[in-house]
């Protein structure tokens, strides 16, 4: 198909994204926060009020609701696209210099919780399509477009849910995207990278619980639930699990060898680190498994010794490592102390090749003449999860041209959330492009 650009494709995208942050959505994991209704109804209106005729739905309550528009394509024969973002986010804590929840744009940057995790992505999906409605414009083949609850507490009111009891949603699709890839860094004046997810570890949520004696304070006891809690806990936090090679880190590390024109060993994180500075928190993590303490509970009265003692523990796994992860983990674990999986999820790994990933490197070329695209392996999970149950081939792209200083990596789930506004406008292009020739 011949492609002519929206020349005013970027016009709004800041401003929607905005509108998305000023809406309240945070998820605190336990079904107590505000949900996603109210921001649901705010997609659905910025849908309809171009003409669109969405639906709102509800998934396990009527706090979690979600948007979802199929957009008819030129040619019916082709298997659709998914194009899917989340609604939710998680909490604003700490001292922020703008409100987290008022969507402010200063110094060339909207300001708030979700500002890149993710209303930017939800924003930029939202320009694109009500471009496409004003100017008459078809995509080449139909795209599914799906905003979602519950992404930050594993999807079980939201991705997952669709999977099992909205089945219709995903007819004939073979493909999605969603977050977190697309993003750039800057090698020299003459190459950005462009990180495209092309895979991401699976989720252990683990809570862990220690048994041992009731008593007082004062009396000897020898099965004490919260020192026998806290050995477990300092042994995990201070573990080390082996590196391990996945096709995406060899690809990735080949990729950023070619870059630098470097020799780095694939097993050699440090020399991988030390040329992708902040850009390595998103990339160090995602060469060994991890299992990280992150919640403590114990006791009720100073001078009682109680029965039991929790802690959370959040693991993440690399694709086709999880059973030597669970071997691994479970010799950690105390005698008197047992695992309670939470939430599990799968991990992903695709093929960084196809149509897709061509198409991907040609849209952003199109905007940056210096774009290179290059895979890797996401340390965190998105709803890809669910959706590969369906056989989707997932990947994560929001593009964003990012200004080498900004130390991306920082800002999701941070204080002082930001997104640069030539980054969502230059998003906004390169998603229009590559969504209508996909």
């Known amino acids: 198909m011949t492609y002519t650009p929206i020349t005013d494709i970027d ?52 706090k979690r609701q979600g948007v979802f528009l199929r957009i008819p394509g030129e040619d019916p024969t082709l298997p659709a696209l998914l194009a ?52 008459g414009i078809k995509p080449r083949r139909d795209i599914a477009l799906l905003f979602l609850p519950d992404e930050e507490a594993g999807g079980r009111h939201g991705a997952h849910w669709l999977v099992d009891n909205r089945p219709e949603f995903f007819e004939g699709v073979s493909e999605a995207v969603g977050e977190v890839g697309g993003f750039s ?13 092309t895979a991401e570890k699976g989720i252990r949520w683990m809570q862990l619980i220690a048994e041992g004696k009731a008593g007082h304070g004062a009396m000897h006891n020898d099965t004490n639930a919260v020192t026998e809690l806290a050995e477990t806990v300092s042994r995990i936090g201070k573990h ?78 690399l694709p086709g490592f999880e059973d030597e992860f669970d071997l691994e983990f479970n010799k950690l674990l105390g005698e008197n102390v047992r695992r309670n999986d939470v939430i599990s999820d799968i991990a992903l790994e695709t093929e960084f090749e196809g149509a897709m990933v061509d198409l991907m490197a040609a849209s952003l070329s199109a ?46 789930h941070g204080v002082d959330e930001r997104v640069p506004v030539a980054s969502l406008e230059f998003g906004a292009r390169v998603m229009e492009r590559f969504l209508r020739q996909a």
């Open 185 to 197: 860094f800057q090698v020299n004046k003459d190459l950005n990278l462009y990180f495209i997810q």
């Open 11 to 62: 016009s709004e995208v800041t401003s929607l994204v905005s509108q998305l942050i000023q809406v309240d959505s945070t998820n605190f994991g336990d079904d107590t926060g505000p949900g996603e209704a109210e921001v649901a109804e705010c997609v659905e209106a910025m849908l309809r009020e171009v003409g669109y005729e969405p639906e709102r739905f509800e998934t396990s309550s009527s």
């Open 240 to 317: 080390r699990f082996e590196r391990r090679l996945t096709k995406t880190n060899i690809a990735l590390v080949k990729a950023i060898s070619e870059a630098f024109n470097l020799d780095i060993d694939p097993s050699d994180v440090e020399s991988l680190v030390k040329v992708l500075g902040p850009t390595a928190r998103t990339i160090g993590a995602s060469f060994a498994n991890t299992a990280k303490p992150t919640m403590l509970e114990a006791g009720y009265k100073v001078n009682v010794v109680p029965g039991e003692a929790t802690a959370m523990i959040d693991a993440r796994v």
């Open 84 to 135: 899917h973002g989340h609604l939710d986010v998680v909490p604003a804590v700490g001292k922020w210099s703008h409100n987290p929840f008022g969507g402010e744009i200063h110094d060339g940057m909207v300001w708030g919780r979700g500002a890149v995790d993710m209303k930017d992505g939800d924003g930029i999906l939202l320009s694109v399509v009500r471009a496409w409605k004003r100017h």
């Open 367 to 412: 905007e940056d003449p210096n774009a290179r695209t290059v895979p890797y392996l996401l340390s965190g999970g998105t709803d890809a999860k669910a959706f590969a149950r369906l056989g989707i081939r997932c990947f994560g792209f929001i593009p964003l041209q990012l200004p080498p200083e900004l130390d991306f990596a920082a800002l999701f």
